[in-house]
């Protein structure tokens, strides 16, 4: 560059540099942007003006002087105005822009260790920037960008997704399937790696945008002084040239008025895509109906405006001259593509015939396919192999021996399904309901000994004879042994039924155990429901990709046969570029929707309608001939709002398993209320037991210091075996609360899992990682739970057989009897009697005075210490029973010496029974004590009477 040579970029002329002109006159058109074009007249053509000697210079066009002071930076080659510090820069051919000096962008990014390293080095350009040089070295990724004027509409792409686990990657070739293709007349402006959370998969995401669309306009030049002139009724004020200006959020452009066809008018028109109306509109005009991506896609009118491309305008028109005149045979359209669809792959354990409630369910066959799977598999556990007999002999599994205690004893069901774990809940509850009626008949067969043996009682000592010849007599009672052999007979009665009872709580355990466990097969089906749902969203999303893939290659096709067909070498001009304009649009419809398949992640449902849709779509445009492009375009239009439309149902984390899993669940949380009740009934007994003993403390201390008639020996004795009875049971308590405590935890963990479940399936409110972690944790309370009740039962079992052993031995009930019948006080219990029975008690039979007194001794050995003793001992053979029940219910195999138990249990009842009958001789010796004051008063019964009178 020097002197007075015109600016230089590229050749424009043969045999001459390129000249430029002025956009416009005007040199406000300057502030904003420079824009050159080629001139063909040497007066119009830019001059260079130097600036003294210094390296700068001036551009000027005729008398017009461009602002600022140019400089000519000769090692990057670039012209730059020192006062705006922007350069003159070409675009293509016809124009050049001044702009900011820095030519491209280049960013360097280091790639991590192996594949999943190309997930950090994104590349990406600014909105109005297209990518120009590439380069991949061996630890970095160089890349720059370049602007492009007026950039179209951008649509994403994806390549093909590779598993980064499959054997390929060895030799590369999975690196060959991952392509970034843009159309013809489009630009790459981002490139970027998405891989899997775990590493499984890697794909590119590519973004391609419109370059081809050059707003140019058409100037008429009239007049000799080389003024431009319009006519001033041409056109309106809003028609003209509308460029991209933005793009929204649905992706597609915005354009803003930027010349109006109408001399000196101001553009301030747009053109917008309203996507609540579907419709383009421009402002303060009526709107076209369409959801088009780009305007110029279709041909987009209204009766008052219509879309056209900004094209040169030559002036060179073809000579077609005169056609020869041809038959009248009409052609036949051309044999479309047929579509044929596949269906996704699911894993073997997932498919119909392996999943119960399906028409082609196969239990055999889904045992067949659980039964080969890994052990972290999920389906694994919903195999089983049904036993041969109730010691399950030959079985496998998830099954079990069914027992309703009605009647029906078979082999369960080998296997897990929905039918089966409901079956296994149901016969849970009618044996909870049969365990219910054979304790009410227990009750009904034993509630009324008690008022038989008082009344054998009473029969056997109301008739007792004295004789006394000579001075010496003796006391004969006829009825007593027939009164005895009648007690006798009661309580072999009695035992009889307690006998029975347990016996068929024992037959409940072991039905219980033998059969299925709700929970344990409900998480089961569970987990393996979720493992398909899993399996089935990803290989739907990939039937649907595959199947788009498939109907875009074959509607392009059909198009470009149809296109041939209609718009062929015969056709006119017009008819050629609207061939082409519609094909343009379709390509984009169906990119679009490509685009929205790839990023969504259906619902199964919405899967399974966007695979028809597309299906039905192919089929409708494959087989038979078409006639009509129309018809296919607004197809197309409808199959594209159905994508966009099912691309918003994405998927929702279980909605598919919420018909089975929230009513699993619900199962579960009514069987574990069921379970937790029980266990808050034997917590009130546990603290029931607690409060009476410490009562008999208390007791022991009034009761000591109150009697008169206990002597000091009696008091001694009957505290010592306080004191051993005490530390007995408290070692017994202790392990018993140690194993409610856990088992109560075990309960809140399994419901925290089963509400888990509950949240994940039907709210949507916790995540599948969430609920793993409330599953395991109940796994780990149960077997804590387990462990706690092998310790406690081998602790009270060992604690039980020898309270048994110092009860039996030590006669400590016996002591407690005699403490509390000696705690009576005479003055008390005669003032409750009246004048019949202080006769009676004074002058009748040591039987009939017994009978007076009875009902005052029984109320002393009730509320004192052999009562209190008595029921203690109740509650711990309530408890000595859960604990067995729990052993089985638990599945941990035969119960550890509950023979011991058993014997130990029976001994304690007998010594009971012992107790109770040895209080009857001591109450009648007490009996023969206070009637002494009835002989030794002067004044007879009349003076007792007296006594009685003053006492109350």
Excluded at 40 to 64: A, T
Excluded at 637 to 659: C, M, N, P, W, Y
Aim: hydrophobic fraction near 35%; include cysteine; aromatic fraction near 8%.
């Amino acid at each position: 560059m020097g002197g007075s040579a015109n600016v230089y970029i590229h050749p424009c002329h043969d045999g001459d540099n390129q000249k430029f002109d002025r956009f416009e006159r005007s040199g406000s058109a300057f502030n904003k942007a420079l824009q050159l074009q080629c001139s063909g007249s040497p007066e119009e053509e830019i001059k260079v003006e130097p600036i003294g000697g210094e390296n700068k210079f001036h551009l000027k066009s005729g008398n017009h002087q461009l602002p600022g002071e140019w400089h000519y930076d000769n090692a990057k080659k670039r012209i730059r105005n020192l006062h705006s510090n922007k350069c003159l820069k070409a675009h293509h051919p016809h124009a050049a822009l001044e702009e900011t000096c820095m030519e491209s962008i280049e960013q360097e990014w280091i790639v991590g260790h192996g594949l999943q390293g190309l997930a950090d080095a994104p590349i990406s350009c600014t909105s109005n920037q297209v990518l120009s040089f590439f380069e991949k070295g061996h630890g970095h990724i160089r890349y720059k960008c370049v602007h492009v004027a007026a950039l179209g509409s951008c649509v994403p792409g994806y390549s093909a997704q590779v598993e980064t686990k499959a054997p390929e990657l060895e030799d590369v070739k999975a690196l060959k399937r991952m392509t970034a293709t843009c159309p013809t007349g489009h630009g790459l402006r981002a490139l970027e790696a998405e891989a899997s959370d775990k590493g499984a998969w890697i794909r590119l995401r590519y973004e391609c945008c419109q370059i081809n669309r050059v707003p140019v306009s058409l100037y008429p030049y009239i007049g000799g002084d080389g003024q431009r002139e319009f006519m001033v009724d041409l056109a309106d004020g809003w028609e003209g040239i509308y460029c991209p200006s933005s793009q929204d959020d649905s992706g597609r452009m915005q354009f803003s008025q930027s010349r109006s066809f109408r001399p000196h008018h101001n553009p301030s028109g747009s053109l917008q895509y309203n996507k609540f109306q579907g419709q383009w509109c421009v402002s303060g005009k009526a709107c076209a109906s369409s959801d088009v991506v780009h305007p110029l896609d279709v041909a987009l009118s209204t009766h008052e405006w219509h879309v056209v491309p900004v094209s040169d305008f030559d002036a060179v028109f073809e000579a077609r001259g005169v056609k020869p005149l041809g038959g009248n045979r009409k052609r036949s359209p051309p044999p479309l593509i047929k579509f044929g669809s596949s269906d996704p792959d699911y894993l073997p354990e997932c498919k119909d015939e392996s999943h119960p409630g399906a028409r082609k369910f196969k239990l055999a066959l889904m045992n067949k396919e659980a039964e080969d799977l890994d052990d972290e598999n999920p389906c694994k556990y919903v195999f089983g192999k049904p036993p041969k007999n109730q010691q399950m002999d030959e079985s496998e599994g998830m099954t079990g021996w069914i027992d309703d205690l009605s009647g029906t004893t078979e082999p369960g069901q080998g296997g897990v399904t929905y039918k089966s774990v409901k079956e296994c809940s149901d016969r849970d509850i009618v044996r909870e309901l049969k365990l219910a009626k054979w304790n009410k008949e227990h009750w009904d067969a034993t509630k009324y000994n008690w008022i038989v043996e008082d009344i054998l009682d009473g029969i056997g000592n109301s008739f007792a004879l004295e004789t006394a010849p000579m001075g010496f007599g003796v006391e004969l009672n006829p009825f007593g042994l027939a009164a005895a052999i009648g007690t006798m007979a009661v309580h072999g009665v009695e035992f009889h039924y307690d006998q029975q009872i347990a016996d068929r709580e024992m037959h409940f355990e072991q039905a219980g155990h033998d059969d299925c466990n709700p929970i344990q097969h409900g998480f089961a089906r569970t987990f393996c429901d979720l493992h398909c749902i899993r399996d089935a969203v990803r290989k739907g999303d990939d039937a649907i990709l595959r199947a788009l893939e498939e109907a875009v290659e074959i509607v392009g096709k059909n198009t470009q046969l149809l296109l041939e067909y209609y718009v062929g070498e015969d056709a006119k001009p017009g008819l050629i570029e609207n061939g082409l304009e519609i094909k343009h649009g379709i390509a984009k419809s169906m990119g679009e929707m490509f685009a929205m398949a790839r990023e969504a992640a259906l619902e199964p449902r919405a899967s399974v309608a966007a695979t028809r849709a597309i299906n039905v779509f192919a089929k409708r445009w494959s087989g038979a001939n078409v006639s009509k492009i129309p018809r296919l375009v607004s197809e197309l239009q409808d199959l594209h709002g159905t994508i966009a439309k099912l691309s918003s149902r994405k998927l929702s984390r279980g909605r598919e398993v919420q018909r089975y899993a929230v009513q699993m669940a619900s199962q579960m949380n009514k069987y574990m209320q069921a379970q937790s009740h029980v266990l808050g009934i034997y917590h009130h007994e546990s603290s029931t037991s607690k409060l009476l003993q410490r009562r008999l403390n208390r007791f022991w201390r009034s009761s000591v210091s109150s009697s008169a008639l206990l002597l000091e020996v009696e008091e001694e004795t009957a505290e010592e075996d306080i004191k051993e009875f005490d530390s007995m049971w408290w070692e017994i308590r202790k392990e018993l609360d140690g194993y409610l405590q856990a088992s109560q935890e075990h309960v809140r963990a399994t419901q925290a899992a089963a509400q888990m479940l509950q949240n994940y399936a039907a709210k949507c409110a916790a995540g599948f990682s969430e609920m793993k972690r409330a599953y395991s944790l109940s796994v780990r309370a149960e077997t804590h739970a387990h462990k706690i009740l092998k310790r406690a039962w081998a602790a009270v079992s060992t604690g039980v057989a020898e309270m048994a052993s110092k009860v039996a031995d030590g006669v400590i009930l016996d002591h407690l009897a005699v403490h509390d019948l000696h705690s009576l006080n005479p003055k008390a219990m005669l003032s409750k009697m009246n004048g019949t029975e202080i006769q009676v008690f004074c002058d009748g039979s040591i039987d009939a005075a017994f009978t007076v007194v009875r009902k005052a001794a029984a109320e002393a050995m009730k509320k004192g210490l052999y009562g209190q003793t008595h029921r203690q001992l109740m509650v711990l053979f309530e408890e000595l029973k859960m604990l067995q029940s729990r052993f089985l219910s638990g599945g941990l195999g035969p119960i550890p010496d509950v023979d011991l138990v058993q014997d130990a249990q029976t001994r304690l009842q007998s010594a009971l029974l012992q107790s109770a009958f040895g209080s009857s001789k001591v109450a009648k010796a007490m009996v023969k004590q206070l009637r002494t004051k009835c002989d030794v008063s002067e004044r007879g019964p009349k003076s007792l009477l007296d006594e009685s009178s003053q006492a109350k």
